[in-house]
């Protein structure tokens, strides 16, 4: 099934794939920038946002409704650039499809298995029923009682949507999120690319370590890491000016 996407600009493609728990509305105002130069495709993975619900998450599985979006538009020569989760979909389809990606920027996640640290989240987020709720801040109530970061509790809550007879549901498919959680740690892919290769890592995230440059440079030989200043985790959200800085530059 073709994943639900929205596209902006003119050019050469360049596709854009989000977090775990996120959606294409996190990227919009960067698509809108980056448009300037090039036709700007963000995707829902699947089990996210408007994308198809499906039994599995896993990789092997994203990697594949990647290519099946590139070739039903028929798109070559692309650049993915991936956040987190979506760095690892990015990763892995360029070194399964090396022919199929001329540019890969990769924002703040390593090749790498991870540890666990998302369970306090899905848990909180399990712990919201929509068919009950009267109100979004029912929902605000619940969430904030388990994540005290307000920021996190609001990123968490653009999944709920609230439907026309007022009732709400979550875009996501929560219940396989956390089934197949622990394959959003892993990072099976194997190989090389080749091509030019930019990891963006945030300066105060500790998700790229100096540690992982030996792996990253053996999978990705022609790759540079760039420290964003004034940024953690979501690199983009926290410092987009740089970031816009750092990825055009990158990509001229």
């Known amino acids: 099934m073709l994943l639900h996407y929205k596209s902006f600009g003119e050019g050469k493609p360049l596709l854009i794939l989000h977090g775990f728990l996120g959606s294409l509305d996190n990227w919009q105002s960067i698509a809108k920038e980056l448009a300037a130069n090039y036709q700007v495709f963000i995707l829902d993975v699947r089990n996210h946002g408007k994308s198809f619900h499906d039994y599995k ?19 070559s020569d692309v650049t993915l650039i ?26 703040d996640i390593a090749p790498k298995v991870y540890l666990p640290g998302h369970e306090d989240i899905l848990h909180a987020l399990s712990k919201v029923n929509p068919k009950e709720l009267k109100s979004r801040q029912e929902a605000i109530d619940i969430i904030s009682t388990y994540i005290h970061d307000p920021s996190v509790v609001q990123f968490l809550l653009k999944n709920l949507d609230r439907q026309i007879d007022g009732s709400f549901h979550w875009k996501m498919n929560l219940p396989v999120l956390i089934d197949q959680y622990n394959e959003m740690l892993d990072f099976p892919s194997k190989g090389s690319f080749d091509g030019p290769t930019l990891f963006l890592k945030g300066a105060k995230s500790d998700y790229i370590l100096p540690s992982d440059e030996e792996n990253i440079f053996t999978l990705f030989p022609n790759a540079k890491i760039v420290p964003i200043k004034n940024a953690g985790h979501w690199v983009h959200a926290e410092n987009p000016v740089d970031f816009i800085s750092e990825t055009s530059n990158f990509l001229k």
Do not use: C, Q, T
């Not at 987190?84 to 499809?97: E, P, V």
């Open 57 to 75: 998450h896993d990789y092997g599985s994203m990697v594949e409704d990647v290519r099946y979006f590139i070739d039903h538009l028929g798109l």
């Open 82 to 107: 991936g956040h987190s989760m979506g760095g690892k979909i990015a990763m892995s389809f360029a070194l399964k499809y090396p022919y199929l990606v001329s540019n890969l920027v990769v924002v």
